[in-house]
């Protein structure tokens, strides 16, 4: 925490959830230093509220580079034992990864009962991917900031105190978000071709009530929409929220015990002791929500299929 | 909570990652894994078949043995029974030979008995013929006594 000695709480717990961001400013936008843009700009954020300024035209560099980096370290891994893959006696790298496709593979097997070739390896990239994300949290919560800091100082010659650095992909909204709709995505387009437009339709509107009675039915029809449409946007909602919410407040913790290494030794120690208990706990976390991330996936999908004779 | 094109990158980084994995992750391990799945199966399999088989084996050199052993005392058997045989045979055949070789002795010694006797008859005859003529003192008509010889001389 060298660099913020001059901070207090409430501004270094700001500054730790603050995205580096990259965006369009509008014109006429007055920046932090005091300068007025006579044009639309793309830039670098330099506070939280000019983050928030530029919008939906902006893009978080911090989780989303984080984001594919880990992604992209989970494909080559993955990729380097699947090029090299035998059916002999596996060793090492591949015995991990064969443990991880077969508990993969055991899951969507037991869930998901239809024929479909992205599911599994969609179940597969969650969970790892995901895991990846949420491990960042357990990487000491100054490190990667701090040397992020010294980047820009030194070599981009940036103010540090306008260096913001979120190494944790999962607690930011919009990658969850991102993840949670394009699962959506995917229950739409297998609702209709599994079910057709009427069946997908009929789905929404002839449950939970129905009616042999015509005209009940069709006052029924209205709540059924109403209730089966809020329980369809639920599922991106909750997906995508959970995970966040759960990293979230995992990280809020990280950052609320790391500020009481500023108040003392008594403290300090206290702090180490909670931020040791809070990481152990954290790794189930961590575990647990890739893992249910990729089971309600699963789940998702499997509904999807589900042409609902048992309804 | 600030929605951006994060979201939407996010979203293009996902299906890519997803659409690579599907194309380039999953298939080669799995089937690897069925590969090794379907390897280990067989060889279990096989070593149940090995171990059936040598049972089989074991039975089969089990019964050859016996049967060996069985057909190893018929032959010593038949082998005993065929010298009894032998032995009998050739016994009867001496006795038979000794038998005839008695025979034959016999009826020589009956045949050189009975020339002897002829010719002691012979000898018999002439002497007496000798003795009468010396007695009667004349010669004894050979022609008139002839039969009154052969009577003489079949008696003796």
């Known amino acids: ?311 | 909570m600030d929605f951006n094109l994060t979201f939407i990158g996010q979203m293009i980084a996902f299906a890519i990652f997803v659409f690579l994995t599907m194309r380039y992750v999953w298939p080669p391990i799995t089937q690897a894994m069925e590969e090794r799945q379907k390897k280990i199966a067989d060889g279990l399999s096989a070593a149940d078949r090995a171990e059936r088989d040598l049972q089989l084996a074991q039975e089969k050199a089990a019964a050859d043995l016996k049967e060996a052993k069985a057909k190893a005392a018929q032959i010593i058997d038949q082998a005993n029974r065929r010298a009894n045989l032998i032995v009998d045979e050739a016994k009867t055949q001496a006795r038979t030979e000794g038998e005839r070789l008695i025979e034959r002795a016999q009826s020589e010694i009956e045949q050189e008995m009975n020339r002897a006797r002829e010719e002691l008859r012979k000898a018999v005859s002439a002497l007496v013929i000798d003795g009468a003529e010396k007695v009667l003192g004349s010669e004894v008509k050979q022609d008139a006594h002839n039969d009154l010889l052969a009577k003489l001389a079949a008696e003796l």
């Not at chain 1, 820009?152 to 105190?161: A, F, I």
């Not at chain 1, 995508?240 to 120690?269: D, P």
């Not at chain 1, 909670?274 to 790794?283: A, E, K, R, V, Y």
């Open chain 1, 1 to 311: 925490m060298a660099s913020e000695h001059s901070l207090t709480s409430s501004e270094y717990i700001q500054h730790h959830l603050t995205h580096l961001t990259w965006g369009k400013l509008p014109a006429g936008f007055e920046r932090a230093d005091g300068t007025v843009l006579d044009a639309p700009t793309w830039t670098l954020a330099t506070t939280g509220h000019e983050a928030s300024s530029m919008g939906f035209m902006s893009v978080n560099l911090d989780t989303l580079g984080w984001s594919l980096a880990l992604g992209l370290i989970f494909f080559v891994i993955f990729r380097m034992v699947a090029r090299k893959v035998v059916a002999d006696v596996p060793s090492g790298t591949q015995n991990f990864v064969e443990t991880v496709v077969e508990f993969v593979q055991d899951n969507v097997k037991s869930m998901f009962p239809y024929q479909n070739k992205m599911v599994a390896p969609m179940a597969l990239t969650i969970l790892v991917w995901v895991f990846l994300m949420n491990f960042m949290d357990l990487i000491a919560i100054d490190l990667l900031p701090y040397g992020a800091q010294l980047f820009g100082e030194h070599v981009l010659g940036m103010d540090p105190h306008h260096v913001y650095f979120k190494i944790v992909p999962s607690t930011d909204p919009n990658i969850t978000m991102g993840m949670a709709f394009f699962v959506f995505l995917l229950i739409l387009f297998y609702s209709f071709r599994e079910k057709g437009l009427g069946g997908f339709l009929g789905e929404l509107s002839l449950h939970p009530f129905s009616s042999k009675n015509m005209i009940v039915q069709a006052l029924f029809i209205p709540v059924n929409f109403i209730l089966e449409f809020v329980n369809l946007i639920a599922k991106p909602v909750s997906l995508g929220l959970r995970l966040f919410g759960n990293m979230y407040a995992g990280e809020m913790i990280f950052i609320l015990i790391a500020l009481t290494y500023s108040g003392g030794l008594g403290m300090g120690v206290f702090g180490g002791f909670l931020q040791i208990l809070w990481g152990m706990f954290h790794i189930l976390i961590i575990s647990l929500q890739a893992f249910i991330f990729m089971v309600l996936t699963i789940v998702y999908m499997s509904m999807a299929y589900d042409t609902g004779e048992d309804h």
